[in-house]
């Protein structure tokens, strides 16, 4: 079967600085894929390359929908790539603050309906129905979720861990069939990050998303995980599943230095 | 409440305003005499004054510092009186109603004077409708947005002069060129915001205004146009009273028809995505929103009311020039949508109103006139900084959908 992302070469320079150095990436079908390093080390710069937001100077990126032709995505927008069917959520939560959660995961919705100016001003019946449908289908998924209680609160005024909750939502809302996750527990209590973890792997089973992940804790991240990457200032150091990741040495220098005799 | 702490600040603050003001308000040279008088009771009453001031603003403060303390917490935020008031049909309705009778009858109880300025605060209602759009919903500061108003105005005088259209065929005509020249705007700033994006549509507004004052052989440069007709009603000859009040009536269906479609848009898709803009960009565009399309279609559906209120001041004042389309009247409008309460449709229509009326019926102050408008602005945005009306986000119920789902 077919990776879902395929990303080959990926290379982005800020100026002389390599922030991501010839990165070779892929998820396939119904894979949970994490993608850990230090600080700084370029795994969000990897995230806003792959969804659009920076255009990376070298390399290639594929999405395959599953059954489908691959479609690269260099040179697209954000906002084509989440058409596509790549949603992501951000590591300092970006939501919209001065709207209600509702709105907040119709705004997710947006991609998939159609009203323009005119259908917006007469109302024929079809953004009638539209409309009532985004309503609908907005408010399934925050029962999907479990987010239905705060449904007319302005987003700002959300516990910290239901704030985290309602980007997964609204970027489900997208229909993606790959979901990135930029450090979804950071924060989070250890109560909160157990829940995120059962959340993940039912978004998994229930919608058939495949999940990449950038995170920081890494009892999540091994718990979850199928097949781990390590980046370190910007190169790819290790690859596998998470029993080769903890015992390999590479990943073990990035992360606790170097011995001072070696 | 009232503390010895705050009478001995008040005090502190009468005595430094006194100390400021001796020269100019104490010391007076009789250049006749050549003596010096000294005024000393006017000192005391500066002292007076700036402590009565001073005290009442303290209090105002305290209490405004206290109401936002005990809303936290509550933990619930207080929802308005006006909108309170709005939500309840036993008021709403003896209001509405009291209202649409007032609207009525107005120009036929008021005289000529009262109704004409009335019909200017309804081409600002329409006005700051539109840039409520843009700054309100989609969070544009636009500066330059009386640029359109020009456009609206200059096509309906330009158009009527060589070609001789009507007033009712230029009402389309402006909006549409309004509208084009909105998205001509959107173009070039399609990567700016905040500031920036200020400076920049300030200079737009300067550089159709300046090409106006200029360009002798298309705008008539600063002698501006004359006898642009007013509005015609089926070729019926019309006094001067008579068509006053027509405008009039016209204005009000225009500012009805405003407040529809600006509803509309608000409750929409393209409204939602108008306000997601606003809140965050970056988030907005990873959501799916096309950022250019959206920013384009606020710049555009705002410029094209201004290019209708633009057509309507052209054949109510029958002369224009560019100097009514100066930065000031940038200014004004914005103020109409800051002050009245951004994204709000019932604080601009309120605001406009304000902004409006209130310096006409000032004028019994004459000189102070704008000292106390300007000491009203300054309050309002102290005490209310949303505005007269804050923008409400609408509220969906969803009691019993699980069975209409299902059924």
New interface residues.
Partial sequence: MKPVLDVNQLTMDFGGLRALDHIDLQVHPGEIVALIGPNGAGKTTFFNCI?G?YAPTKGDMFLTRPQGEPKRLNGL???RV??RGM??T?QNI???????V??NV???R????H???P???F?PPA?RR??KE???DS??MLEKIGL?RY??E?AKNLPYGAQRRLEIA??LA?EPFLLLLDEPAAGMNAQETKALDELILRLRSDMKVSILLIEHDMKLVMSLSDRIYVVDYGKKIAEGNPEEIKSNPAVIKAYLGEDIDA | MITLQEIKKSFLVSLWFMFLTFPIMVIKVNTIEQTIEWRWWWMAAVGLGAFVLSFFWRIAIARKEAGKKKAEVSGEEKIALIPRLMSNPRFYIPGLVATVALVVIFPFVFSMYQTNILITALIYVVVGLGLNIVVGLAGLLDLGYVAFYAVGAYSYALLNYHFGVTFWMALPIGALLAFLFGIMLGFPVLRLRGDYLAIVTLGFGEIIRLVLENWNAFSFGPSGIANIPKPGLFGLKLSLQQSSIFIYFVMIGLALMTIFVVRRLQDSRIGRAWIALREDEVACQAMGIDKTRTKLSAFAMGATWAGMGGVVFAAKTTFINPTSFTIWESVIILCVVVLGGMGSILGVIIGALVLILLPEYLRAFSEYRMLVFGALLVMMMVFRPGGIVSGVRRIYKFEGLQNKVDS
Wanted: a positive charge.
């Fill in positions: 969804t937001i927008k954000p906002n989440t058409e949603a992501r951000f970006r939501l919209f603050q001065n709207m209600t509702l709105e119709m705004i997710g947006h991609c998939r309906l009203t323009g100016i259908g917006a001003i109302r953004s539209e409309e985004v309503v609908a408010y399934a239905t449904v007319n302005f609204r970027a997208t």
